[in-house]
């Protein structure tokens, strides 16, 4: 099995993208109809968190969204930011969701979703991808020590946010994933430092990168 280093996948996306014409969304809408299709199998109920960031992985987790809805399930989508700041493919995806997006600034706002996250049979990670290179911050430490803390199962996508992909180091705070569905190939962090402890069972979907 190939691993990768979140650089060298970031080069794979580069190249993708800018070298082969691939458009960005279309990579982001095939990773996020794979993360909902991996929600699918692993729920056991019909009440689905997905926690968005603001860039590319969130992005990731409103096409997630939107599919997940699309079947059917009760979906509670939070972005841990304003929409305002989000970057332009996950916007184009917000814009397209069908179902109410909760804007989680700062504490307080995320504080008051608490009761409706804890009601949900699944949450579903899309905060921080590959490219986090720096320590978590708050809102965002605060967020991933609650998540953690609940009995709820978490599926990651790409990588459990806040491990870094390539050393497998904790940024501060990383979500303790039972599933991760990474694109391609899997993470060296995976295997590293603490990757085996946060990435749970790894599961590899192939989102049309040529390789």
Known sequence: MKIVTA????????????????PSINLMEN???????????????????VICGRG????DGFVAARYLAEKGFNV??????????????????IEKLKVPI??????????????DIENCNLIIDAIFGIGLNSKIKSPYFEII???????????SIDVPSGLNATDGL?????????????????????YKGEGQTHAGKIVIADIGIPV
Do not use: C, W
């Open 170 to 190: 904790v940024m501060g705070a990383a979500i303790s994933a039972d599933t991760t569905i990474t694109f391609q190939f899997a993470k060296t962090g995976f």
């Open 102 to 115: 909760y804007e989680a600034p700062d504490l307080d706002s995320f504080n008051k979703l608490k009761n």
């Open 31 to 49: 990773a996020g109809r794979a993360a909902a299709d991996e929600a699918v199998k692993i729920t056991k109920g019909k009440n689905i968190a």
């Open 7 to 22: 650089e060298e996948m970031a080069e794979l996306d580069r190249h993708a993208i800018y070298d082969l014409k691939i």
């Open 76 to 93: 509670l989508v939070i972005l841990i930011g304003n929409r305002k700041d989000v970057k332009k493919d996950p916007k184009t995806n």
């Open 145 to 155: 020590t609650y998540l953690n803390s609940l009995n709820i199962p978490i599926l």
């Open 56 to 59: 590319n992985n969130g992005g």
